[in-house]
């Protein structure tokens, strides 16, 4: 089983730039959502989704942006790339019941120059 | 609204040695823990889940948790470490009906031969 993957695994931008991290799951998730880690600060959420077509804000999404079209798919987009977006990136999903788990990629290293 | 602290950043310990990793969370309604653990570079991993029941709750590698609903606590413990667990550990909460999983800072342990 693939799980969840995430696409690239590396990125380096420059500010300014615009870029979208995938992250796709072959497990027929509802759940889906996106953390980053930084140094001494744990995974903090960004957005999640708890099906297609719709996604929520969570503790830090300012400067991200989401959609989910497919139960599959779930694209963060950084519309204009800051220093301060540097980051440990990682994708998470898990079936409906609420007592499940979470499934990490993982993860996505990207620097802001 | 949730919130977890692990109240050490990083452990340092010998090899053979037990370890308990700390972690304290706060909810005004019931909660499902959880405990990550993330090896170098890699993602993360579940090592073990309190949903409801039984408050000593077994997982992989030889780890288990102990949930206190009074103290609002549910520490990691291991009798007996090995080299191979030198990672970085997560306790994450989830209230009950909500579908935000809060994590803490996180415990860098070490250990040494």
């Known amino acids: 089983n693939a799980g969840v993957t995430q696409t690239p695994k590396f990125q380096v931008l420059k500010t300014g730039q615009s870029m979208t991290l995938q992250c796709a799951q072959d497990?027929?998730?509802?759940?889906m959502s996106w953390y980053r880690q930084d140094p001494g600060m744990g995974l903090r959420l960004i957005h999640y989704?708890?099906?297609?077509?719709?996604?929520d804000q969570g503790e830090v999404p300012n400067g991200y942006n989401v959609s989910r079209s497919t139960t599959e798919d779930f694209p963060l987009r950084l519309l204009s790339a800051a220093p301060s977006q540097t980051s440990v990136y990682f994708c998470?999903?898990?079936?409906?019941?609420?007592?499940?788990?979470?499934?990490f990629g993982d993860g996505t290293r990207l620097s802001i120059l | 609204a949730q919130s977890v602290t692990q109240l050490d950043s990083q452990v340092p310990v010998f090899e053979e040695a037990p370890v308990e990793l700390r972690c304290n969370y706060s909810s005004s309604v019931s909660v499902y823990l959880f405990w990550y653990v993330q090896y170098p570079n890699q993602g993360l991993q579940l090592l073990l889940k309190?949903?409801?029941?039984?408050?000593l709750v077994k997982g992989i590698n030889g780890f288990e948790a102990e949930f206190n609903k009074s103290q609002t606590s549910f520490h990691l413990r291991k009798p007996s470490v090995h080299i191979s667990d030198t990672a970085e550990y997560f306790c994450a909460v989830r209230g009950g009906g909500s579908e935000k999983l809060v994590f803490g800072k996180g415990t860098k342990l070490t250990v040494n031969p």
């Open positions: 989704s708890v099906g297609a077509g719709i996604t």
């Open positions: 998470a999903s898990r079936a409906e019941a609420g007592t499940q788990p979470q499934h």
């Open positions: 497990m027929n998730h509802e759940y």
């Open positions: 309190y949903l409801s029941g039984s408050t």
